[in-house]
Nanobody
Framework: QVHLAESGGGLVQAGGSLRLSCVAS????????MGWYRQAPGKQRELVAT???????TYAESVKGRFTVSRDNTKNTAYLQMNSLKPEDTAVYYC???????????????WGQGTQVTVSS
């Protein structure tokens, strides 16, 4: 089917930076949107940033000006550049892709396994 492979998580001090990567593979016809969600223990999963194939971006208000989402459509890859990290950014970050497979005409959501981001104070 479709697999999303995430990397780039880790431990960083407040004010530091990290870059997450997500590579999609499988029976892909097109990826119409890719982005990132995060979930802290005891909290709801929330949207962080997403980008459509056409280039439209959406950001959570809490990360605007600090995080940047980008895509390399030819490589089925998405990135999340995280700057000026805060302790409240600590969470498991999940890659999300809205994928149209070679077998269907509609988009389906796929999720990565998640990568831990920890920001120390």
């Amino acid at each position: 089917q479709v697999h999303l492979a995430e990397s780039g998580g880790g431990l960083v001090q407040a004010g530091g930076s990290l870059r997450l990567s997500c590579v999609a593979s499988g029976s892909i016809f097109s990826i119409n949107a890719m982005g990132w969600y995060r979930q802290a223990p005891g909290k709801q999963r929330e949207l962080v940033a997403t980008k459509t194939r056409a280039g439209t971006t959406t950001y959570a208000e809490s990360v605007k000006g600090r995080f940047t989402v980008s895509r390399d459509n030819t490589k089925n890859t998405a990135y999340l550049q995280m700057n000026s990290l805060k302790p409240e950014d600590t969470a498991v970050y999940y890659c999300n892709a809205k994928v149209r497979t070679i077998d269907e005409w509609y988009d389906t959501d796929y999720w990565g396994q998640g990568t831990q981001v920890t920001v120390s104070s």
